[in-house]
């Protein structure tokens, strides 16, 4: 079956922009969870979504946010982009919430901030 | 989450077993240890999770030592294909909210 698919895959913006990025979960999978990687930070938890409702948060300011729609795909907005926001977004899909054995991860959007 | 400590980096040669240790002092009694792997330019892979019980599956070994500070993931006949970086993460088991660490990059050699 196919797996977690992002789009787009790659994406530059300069500072102040705003940005969208998509992520559609295997089907059956109605928790999607979103990650950022940097080189000096490592991956860092964004928030998850579970039935269209944010079910935890990491610690990033309110210019992140994240929606799920009814058939479980997901978008993350970044607005008001700072050059720290420079990274590759990973979205991971899992039937349940809190499952991280079942999550699986999607190839990333790897954006970069001018 | 507790944290863990890692090897920045570590070598094996192809065919023999890697082992890849992590620390855990601070974990506590109802976190899990799960290890993911990332292979350049690709998402996480899970490999494992236990909580103080060893466990073994198709890809790996984990042992966890008895008082639960440490565990160590052994991958028993290490392939070129498993060159990546390896992360060790604790965690209390259905909750979401985590993050990784720098994990260990190894480099398995012919």
């Known amino acids: 079956k196919a797996g977690v698919t992002q789009t787009p895959r790659y994406l530059i913006k300069t500072r102040g922009q705003q940005v969208t990025l998509s992520c559609s979960p295997i089907s059956g999978h109605r928790s999607v969870s979103w990650y950022q990687q940097t080189p000096g930070q490592g991956l860092q938890f964004l928030f998850e979504y579970f039935s269209e409702t944010q079910r935890n948060k990491g610690n990033f300011p309110g210019r992140f946010s994240g929606r799920q729609f009814s058939n479980s795909r997901s978008e993350m907005n970044v607005s008001t982009l700072e050059l720290g926001d420079s990274a590759l977004y990973l979205c991971?899909?899992?039937?349940?919430?809190?499952?991280?054995?079942?999550?699986?991860f999607g190839p990333g959007t790897r954006l970069l901030v001018l | 989450d507790a944290k863990t400590t890692q090897p920045t980096s570590m070598d094996c040669a192809e065919g023999r077993a890697a082992n890849l240790p992590c620390n855990h002092s601070?974990?506590?009694?109802?976190?899990?240890v799960y290890w993911y792997r990332q292979i350049h330019s690709q998402g996480p892979q899970y490999i494992i999770h236990g909580l103080k019980n060893n466990e073994t599956n198709e890809m790996a070994s984990l042992i966890i030592t008895e008082d639960r500070k440490s565990s160590t993931l052994i991958l028993p006949h290490a392939t070129l294909r498993d060159t990546a970086v390896y992360y060790c993460?604790?965690?209390?088991?259905?909750?979401?909210?985590?993050?990784f660490g720098k994990g260990t990059m190894l480099l398995v050699s012919p």
């Open positions: 991971a899909s899992s039937r349940t919430p809190g499952g991280l054995e079942t999550q699986y």
């Open positions: 993460i604790v965690r209390v088991e259905g909750y979401s909210t985590l993050t």
């Open positions: 601070t974990i506590s009694g109802n976190e899990y």
